[in-house]
């Protein structure tokens, strides 16, 4: 028997298509594995092995595994080999309009993600071992006051040298990541006698659905090409919650104009602005902006997290909040309860106090923006917003445009999301613009080439 190959488990691949073998491979699998040709829990032969027996280069066999494993059609565990993922069966050659749609697709492009096979793992295991080494037994208690005082200070002087945040370490509140810090400040507001926020229309629905469960009603700011509309706001607003650096969906930068008025509706209405900052390393064309909250710290709270810089399953993040807020701030995160975990806080002071988080962003800022050039350079149609963040934004011509797109990609295993089709905003209508919201620092590297040309194929048809 060779080494590495399942034992008793002999394949029958057709190689033999046009577009190459390695394509070939990788539509010769995926079929079995769609049909139930090959059952769930499978286990394939080694590369080394089935590289052999077919009278292909090994690596041509290590990509096509990779490939498929990153779709979900094959799982990989070290020590225990390739198998078969359990994504159900169809009937074999279904006709286009019974074809049945992969939840997700093969082709991820969210946006708001970063490439999560970036993570620095040997970078983060290195902190966690230094923080458990050297943490002062202390630290392992119950959390009060926001937050770890190491990863407080950390913070505090990260944002005031990268972003001009006007603050020290008293006013940084921890969160388990921006959604739990957004709740917390609903809460808090509320319980202030606010009862109203408005947020940017086009945004993101998830920010809403948190305003409301915390109690707010919401009210929206249409957004243009100089960013949110400050005079869309009415005597009932209290609060309000803004993407300036680059808003999110349209990648807008707020208007040095636009910013003050906003900041002095809030002194006069003694009301809080919002600053969700949850992009702003990754500026490709310029330097970014400064925060907006330096205009006004008093009545500005600054949310950033870790979520695109590393990953979303850190579940990090934190606010800078005013004075006046910070009594409500501590008691709406007390009732709500969630915490991030005492080593995972004092893992991320030592990136940051080290150097390694700036290293990191630096790294993955290149990519990015080598992604969005050769994205720009590939569609046929002009991308919208600055050159900046994790997502660009492709206009088309109609909603029902839009919705084609979204499902035209989903047949063909790529994940793609749309202004009306994500619901991004307030009030659906047909005649609003449509476009898609396009996330190029999703894929994993070896998916990058394969997304950038399924999105040609489906965008310049």
């Known amino acids: 028997m060779t080494e590495g190959r399942a ?10 298509r046009g577009g190459g073998v390695g394509r070939a491979l990788e539509e010769a699998l995926r079929e079995a594995v769609r049909s139930g ?38 799982t990989g565990t070290r020590g225990s080999g390739t198998r078969v993922a359990d994504v159900g069966t169809v009937a ?14 093969g082709i991820d492009l969210r946006p708001g993600r970063p490439d999560l096979s970036s993570f620095p793992r040997t970078v983060w295991a290195s902190a966690v071992r230094r923080a458990l080494a050297s943490a002062d037994p202390r630290a392992w208690d119950y959390e009060e006051g926001g937050g770890s005082a190491a990863l407080r200070s950390a913070i505090a002087g990260y944002v005031a040298r990268t972003r001009g945040v006007r603050a020290g370490a008293d006013a940084v509140v921890v969160t388990a990541g921006f959604a739990h810090g957004l709740a917390i400040l609903g ?35 249409q957004v243009g090409p100089e960013g949110a509309d400050p005079a869309d706001l009415t005597a009932r607003t209290g609060t309000v ?82 004075p006046a807020l910070r009594g409500p701030v501590l008691t709406a995160q007390a009732q709500l309860g969630a915490a991030v975990p005492a080593v995972d806080q004092l893992a ?93 620092a999703t894929p994993p590297p070896h998916a990058w080439t394969q997304a950038l040309a399924a999105l040609s194929d489906l965008t310049n048809t």
């Open 241 to 322: 919650l803004l993407t300036p650096a680059h808003q999110f969906p349209c990648g807008v930068v707020l208007t040095p104009d636009r910013r003050t008025a906003f900041t002095e509706w809030a002194r006069r209405r003694d009301g809080y602005l919002v600053e969700d900052d949850y992009d702003a390393e990754f500026r490709y064309g310029r330097q970014p902006v400064g925060a907006m909250q330096a205009l006004a710290p008093d009545r500005v709270v600054f949310a950033g997290s870790a979520s695109k810089s590393l990953a979303p399953g850190m579940r990090l993040g934190w606010l800078v909040v005013p």
């Open 348 to 440: 991320f002071a030592d990136l940051l106090e080290r150097g390694d988080y700036d290293r990191h962003i630096r790294r993955a800022r290149l990519v990015y923006r080598r992604r969005r050039a050769e994205l720009a350079d590939r569609l046929r149609r002009p991308l919208e917003g600055v050159a900046a963040g994790l997502h660009a934004l492709l206009p088309v011509a109609s909603a029902e445009e839009e919705r084609r797109l979204v499902d035209t990609g989903r047949y063909a295993g790529v994940r793609l999301h749309g202004l009306h089709n994500d619901g991004y905003w307030h009030e659906p209508a047909p005649e609003r613009r449509a476009a898609l919201v396009i996330g190029y």
């Open 37 to 74: 040709r090959f059952a769930a829990g499978t286990r394939l032969p080694g590369s080394r092995s089935l590289a052999a027996d077919l009278g292909v280069a090994r690596g041509t066999v290590v990509q096509v595994y990779a490939q498929l494993t990153a779709e979900g059609w094959l």
């Open 92 to 105: 074999a050659d279904p006709r286009p309009e019974q074809r049945p749609r992969r939840p997700g697709g």
């Open 187 to 221: 809460r808090a507001l509320r319980d202030m006698g606010i009862g109203c926020a408005a947020t940017e229309d086009p945004g993101l629905p998830r920010h809403r659905d948190l305003l409301r469960a915390a109690g707010l009603d919401v009210a929206p700011l």
């Open 7 to 16: 034992p008793g488990l002999d394949l029958h691949l057709d190689v033999r």
